[in-house]
């Protein structure tokens, strides 16, 4: 069964400090790999997608994220976090019949 | 383009009781997924829905429920209340129906059931 592990709760980094958010997935076939932020109250917005090709995929908000088949993992970086970027970010795996399969969740605090 | 729409935003119910929620996807989507975030449990797939047919389930008793129209929208059905049924209900649509399409998610309903 696919599944997808964000082994870190909680996150604080210092407002222009770089950001790396861990990601690991289980998944039979090639992966497709989103990550989503969501802030309090809201719904998810799509930060950016990994379905094939280039293993660095670009998002919106100056967010990237490497895929690495060899270890499993899809973790999402951003050179220099803004106070605004404080939300809660899930990791996903597309699975059969357009179902997504969520982790946990890491949240993210940015102090100033 | 509108994006995905949720109505209500807002719900309380109280045990016992059932509740209809509504989801209006982007115009040209026809796939719509539903989804439970609770604290406990996270985020969790309910159910998929494309040109009226359900094409996905997740691990929900048949309490939960849905269907779609024809011009896309869908609403999902919960009978009998518990309160463990309190979360936020997320909606999401795509185009058109495949695994690595990008799914666009609406802001939710918030249920609270006492």
């Known amino acids: 069964a696919q599944s997808v592990t964000q082994p870190d709760i909680h996150i604080t980094v210092s407002e222009g400090a770089s950001l790396e958010l861990r990601c690991n997935y289980s998944?039979?076939?090639?992966?497709?790999l989103f990550w989503y932020v969501q802030s309090p109250g809201q719904g998810l917005q799509l930060l950016l997608k990994y379905f094939s090709g280039d293993t660095l995929v670009q998002g919106i908000k100056g967010f990237e994220a490497e895929f690495k088949r060899s270890q499993s993992s899809f973790n999402l970086r951003k050179p220099s976090v803004h106070w605004s970027d404080a939300a809660e970010y899930f990791c996903a795996v597309g699975a059969y019949g357009n179902k997504l399969v969520f982790g946990a969740g890491t949240i993210l605090r940015v102090k100033s | 383009k509108a994006g995905v729409t949720q109505t209500p935003r807002y719900l309380i119910k109280t045990r016992g009781q059932q509740v209809t929620l509504s989801c209006s996807p982007i115009s040209g989507h026809r796939s719509v997924s539903w989804y439970q975030q609770t604290p406990g449990q996270g985020l969790q797939f309910l159910f998929e829905?494309?040109?009226?047919?359900?094409?996905n389930k997740g691990n929900f008793p048949g309490r939960f429920s849905g269907r779609q129209f024809s011009n896309s929208r869908s609403e999902m059905n919960v009978s009998t209340l518990e309160l463990g049924d309190s979360a936020l209900y997320l909606c999401?649509?795509?185009?058109?129906?495949?695994?690595?399409?990008?799914?666009?998610f609406g802001p939710g309903t918030r249920l609270t059931v006492t």
């Open positions: 829905y494309f040109s009226e047919t359900q094409r």
């Open positions: 999401a649509s795509s185009f058109p129906r495949d695994n690595k399409d990008e799914q666009y």
């Open positions: 998944y039979g076939a090639t992966p497709y």
